[in-house]
């Protein structure tokens, strides 16, 4: 039991909850620059505006990933920021940001791996449509063009869309996230649908402006379901739940809606009869953009369910125990979903796996003598990294992105939930290595061999 000589020890950040530097540089706006200016939308009002200053602090951003032995970094660009309206005009500050940034990696012996979209959606676009207009794939794949043209010369690795199940789930259905609002569920497939088109078009349109032959794939995310034991029926059990579909109203939470049109070109056969008085117009041209080839299945993943088969014969889930272990943000702590989830996803897609993001929120702060203990985190990294090591005989996996690099922006959490390695001071937005940051670098330098 071991992880590959060359494993991906990584960390991961994205755009909007770090960046900062919205106004003064030829940035366009985006739906969450717009959603946080709502007033009762964000905790305490907060915004992105200033975030962890990263656009002008990446500089010493590197240097701490570096510091902390980092072979790889997961981000994610800003597509307002390089056409601030989403198509047409290039706004080349923000391209000489994202060089920048990417040739101080480089500098560095750090792999970058970019994700184009990390839920900006422009909000020129939003106003066309946005990922209810048809044309969003060809959008989506124009920026994908410009990207590979401008950055393909140094980077390799690209996932397309970051949780699809996020945007079009708690931006569309629930209304928490960005742009806010309960649609129809009806729109909310036509959006899914469009989204997936472009993520296909992305991938078409960054292997044909490629300066080198690119890795590239997607990074949705998962409750995993595991199984209580390691009886067959068990097993079972939770694969069949791994992968059903639940109800309309929630449906975007789930697993083959998003991957099997992906991976294997079709839709869940079980989802076309149960949801097709809400589905839109599907050809098989779509499903061939949809499924265009990808190297590598990317997966964020941090709890899961436990089921176990019934007497019945049916799935039924296990429930927690009063006073189960849970993190900051109330997520529950379930190691078991960073074995079975990979195993359980790489059994059906056959696809080399990288774990995009993992990871937990802490109630951290600044002790006395002057350092942030986070010993809750190391326990957790080490029960899930564990778990993710015994995957590693039975999936082919490549990597691991802890979430996150530095404390962030937490969507409409705003700065209340840390899942930092680093400890940011928004106040002066000084960086404080956690002491889980100086625990992964001894695990990278011995790939996990104590674990
Ligand atoms: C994921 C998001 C990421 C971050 C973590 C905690 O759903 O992709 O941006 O918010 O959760």
């Given at each position: 039991?071991?992880?590959?000589?060359?494993?991906?020890?990584?960390?991961?950040?994205?755009?909007?909850?770090i960046?900062?530097?919205?106004?003064?540089?030829?940035?366009?706006?985006?739906?969450?620059?717009?959603?946080?200016?709502?007033p009762?939308?964000?905790?305490?009002?907060?915004?992105?505006?200033?975030?962890?200053?990263?656009?002008?602090?990446?500089?010493?951003?590197?240097?701490?990933?570096?510091?902390?032995?980092?072979?790889?970094?997961?981000?994610?660009?800003?597509w307002?920021?390089?056409?601030?309206?989403?198509?047409?005009?290039?706004?080349?500050?923000?391209?000489?940001?994202?060089?920048?940034?990417?040739?101080?990696?480089?500098?560095?012996?750090?792999?970058?791996?970019?994700?184009?979209?990390?839920?900006?959606?422009?909000?020129?676009?939003?106003?066309?449509?946005?990922?209810m207009?048809p044309?969003?794939?060809?959008?989506?794949?124009e920026?994908?063009?410009?990207?590979?043209?401008?950055?393909?010369?140094?980077?390799?690795?690209?996932?397309?869309?970051?949780?699809?199940?996020?945007?079009?789930?708690?931006g569309?259905?629930?209304?928490?996230?960005?742009?806010?609002?309960?649609?129809?569920?009806?729109?909310?497939?036509?959006?899914?649908?469009n989204?997936?088109?472009?993520?296909?078009?992305?991938?078409?349109?960054?292997?044909?402006?490629?300066?080198?032959?690119?890795?590239?794939?997607?990074?949705?995310?998962?409750?995993?379901?595991?199984?209580?034991?390691?009886?067959?029926?068990?097993?079972?059990?939770?694969?069949?739940?791994?992968?059903?579909?639940?109800?309309?109203?929630?449906?975007?939470?789930?697993v083959?809606?998003?991957?099997?049109?992906?991976?294997?070109?079709?839709?869940?056969?079980?989802?076309?009869?149960?949801?097709?008085?809400?589905?839109?117009?599907?050809?098989?041209?779509?499903?061939?953009?949809?499924?265009?080839?990808?190297?590598?299945?990317?997966?964020?993943?941090?709890?899961?369910?436990?089921?176990?088969?019934?007497?019945?014969?049916?799935?039924?889930?296990?429930?927690r125990?009063?006073?189960?272990g849970?993190?900051?943000?109330?997520?529950?702590?379930?190691?078991?979903?960073?074995?079975?989830?990979?195993k359980?996803?790489?059994?059906?897609?056959?696809?080399?796996?990288?774990?995009?993001?993992?990871?937990?929120?802490?109630?951290?702060?600044?002790?006395?003598?002057?350092?942030?203990?986070?010993?809750?985190?190391?326990?957790?990294?080490?029960?899930?990294?564990?778990?993710?090591?015994?995957?590693?005989?039975?999936?082919?996996?490549?990597?691991?992105?802890?979430?996150?690099?530095?404390?962030?922006?937490?969507?409409?959490?705003?700065?209340?939930?840390?899942?930092?390695?680093?400890?940011?001071?928004?106040?002066?937005?000084?960086?404080?290595?956690?002491?889980?940051?100086?625990?992964?670098?001894?695990?990278?330098?011995?790939?996990?061999?104590?674990?």
């Amino acid at each position: 039991m071991s992880f590959r000589k060359d494993f991906m020890w990584g960390a991961a950040t994205s755009a909007y909850q770090i960046e900062g530097g919205v106004y003064g540089t030829g940035k366009g706006m985006h739906v969450w620059d717009v959603f946080t200016k709502e007033p009762g939308r964000i905790f305490e009002g907060h915004t992105g505006d200033v975030a962890c200053d990263h656009y002008h602090r990446f500089r010493e951003d590197v240097a701490i990933m570096k510091e902390i032995g980092l072979k790889a970094y997961r981000f994610s660009m800003d597509w307002s920021r390089i056409l601030p309206e989403g198509t047409g005009r290039v706004n080349e500050e923000g391209i000489a940001f994202y060089n920048a940034l990417i040739d101080e990696l480089l500098k560095n012996g750090i792999e970058p791996f970019v994700t184009l979209y990390h839920w900006e959606l422009p909000y020129e676009l939003y106003k066309r449509g946005g990922w209810m207009n048809p044309q969003s794939a060809e959008w989506f794949g124009e920026y994908a063009a410009l990207v590979a043209d401008r950055f393909s010369d140094r980077v390799k690795n690209f996932f397309t869309i970051n949780e699809p199940q996020c945007f079009v789930g708690l931006g569309f259905l629930t209304g928490e996230h960005a742009p806010g609002l309960k649609s129809p569920i009806r729109d909310t497939f036509e959006m899914a649908h469009n989204a997936l088109r472009a993520h296909g078009r992305a991938v078409q349109q960054l292997r044909a402006h490629a300066h080198q032959p690119l890795t590239i794939g997607f990074a949705p995310t998962s409750g995993v379901c595991y199984p209580e034991t390691e009886k067959p029926e068990d097993i079972e059990a939770a694969r069949q739940m791994y992968f059903s579909l639940p109800d309309p109203e929630h449906w975007t939470w789930n697993v083959a809606w998003w991957s099997d049109p992906v991976l294997f070109g079709h839709y869940p056969e079980e989802g076309l009869v149960r949801y097709e008085k809400y589905l839109p117009k599907i050809t098989d041209e779509d499903l061939r953009l949809i499924s265009e080839p990808i190297d590598i299945y990317g997966q964020n993943i941090y709890n899961g369910r436990c089921f176990r088969m019934g007497a019945d014969g049916k799935p039924e889930e296990v429930t927690r125990y009063e006073g189960f272990g849970k993190t900051a943000i109330d997520w529950p702590v379930t190691p078991e979903c960073l074995r079975w989830g990979p195993k359980f996803l790489y059994d059906r897609y056959r696809k080399p796996i990288y774990i995009t993001e993992n990871g937990m929120s802490a109630h951290d702060v600044v002790s006395l003598d002057g350092k942030v203990h986070d010993p809750n985190r190391i326990d957790f990294l080490a029960r899930y990294l564990g778990e993710l090591k015994k995957a590693s005989d039975e999936a082919d996996i490549r990597g691991y992105f802890h979430w996150s690099l530095l404390d962030n922006f937490e969507w409409n959490k705003g700065y209340s939930e840390r899942f930092g390695m680093v400890y940011v001071d928004y106040r002066t937005q000084q960086r404080i290595l956690k002491d889980s940051a100086h625990w992964y670098r001894d695990l990278i330098q011995k790939n996990g061999a104590e674990l």
